[in-house]
């Protein structure tokens, strides 16, 4: 017999592909020289948002901005836990932009915000899992989020945060190689991780949904999960198996156009915690 999953409703945020273009290439994914269908990036862009509203979720936007074109990945503007804000501070300096406009959403809304002196990309690279161990934070490094950002989110937040460094630059964001499928679980790629921070992920989360390689390459760990639906690439057909099995239900969206800059589901989507 499955295990029963229970939904939770969510609060997110997201940012139309309105200007969406990939026009220099700070990961492996992007290529200028490969066409973009801006069109069809707003469609399927509007098919997740339409997915998350119908099954029940509040979905804020933010406004695009020309000349931003990575703007559409809002999970790299901030990561709130508990009503708070950590703002990001993107590491490089085509997106820098981004995080005022972040910023001043959260403002707008009277949260609580930290500004950030260390460099990070948000929930690129911050997850939370809100009933494991009381409230974790989980943080990646490697290639964007610099660990002394790691320290400051727990300042910031007072939430344990636990460092787990990326190995793989074709993983390059905590987000796509791991996820928080529900409130106490994750599923993740071991490979994207050093074997330490493998070691530290099996002993905090020994039950954890384990991807491979293939799993990984069609972004499939790149999901939001309310609990029970995972809202997931819809090329990472055999992780949607493996999380059936386990008993959540997998809800597949196509995103194949913003794939090309390097990023599915989540990217799309910050979780405001408030
Ligand atoms: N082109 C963007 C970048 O390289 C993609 C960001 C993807 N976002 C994410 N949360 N992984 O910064």
């Known amino acids: 017999m499955n295990q029963q999953r229970f939904p939770r409703k969510r609060t997110y945020l997201m940012c139309s592909p309105e200007y969406f273009a990939v026009e220099y290439a ?3 994914w992007m290529d200028v020289t490969t066409p973009v269908d801006r069109d069809l990036a707003v469609k399927q862009w509007d098919r997740l948002r339409e ?3 119908g099954l ?3 979905v804020h936007l933010l406004s695009p901005e020309q000349g931003l074109p990575d703007m559409v990945y ?11 804000v950590y703002g990001a501070r993107f590491k490089h300096e085509q997106r820098a932009a981004e995080a005022a406009a972040h910023h001043a959403f959260y403002e ?3 949260w609580r915000f930290i500004a950030p002196s260390e460099t990070n990309e948000g929930e690129g690279d911050f997850a939370y899992v809100p009933e494991a161990h009381g409230g974790l ?3 990646g490094h490697g290639f964007r989020t610099e660990i002394p950002a790691h320290a400051e989110a727990q300042e910031a937040l007072g939430r344990p945060v636990v460092s787990l460094r990326l190995i793989d ?3 390059y964001h905590l987000d796509v190689a791991l996820a928080a499928i529900d409130d106490t679980n994750v599923v993740y790629f071991p490979g994207a991780f050093s074997a330490a921070s493998q070691r530290v992920l099996t002993q905090l989360f020994p039950d954890a949904v384990i991807a491979d390689d293939e799993d990984a390459m069609a972004f499939g760990l790149n999901l939001v999960s309310d609990g029970a639906n995972v809202v997931l690439n819809s090329e990472a057909t055999r992780l949607a198996g493996k999380l059936k099995a386990a008993g959540y239900t997998p809800v597949p969206v196509e995103l194949a156009e913003l794939k090309k800059g390097g990023g599915s589901v989540k990217c799309c989507i910050a979780e405001l915690r408030h």
């Open 51 to 53: 997915t998350l509203v």
């Open 56 to 58: 029940g979720h509040e």
């Open 74 to 84: 809002a999970a790299n503007g901030g990561f709130m836990v508990d009503g708070s």
């Open 26 to 28: 700070i990961n492996p």
């Open 137 to 139: 934070i989980l943080a």
């Open 169 to 171: 630059p074709r993983f």
């Open 108 to 110: 707008a809304q009277g």
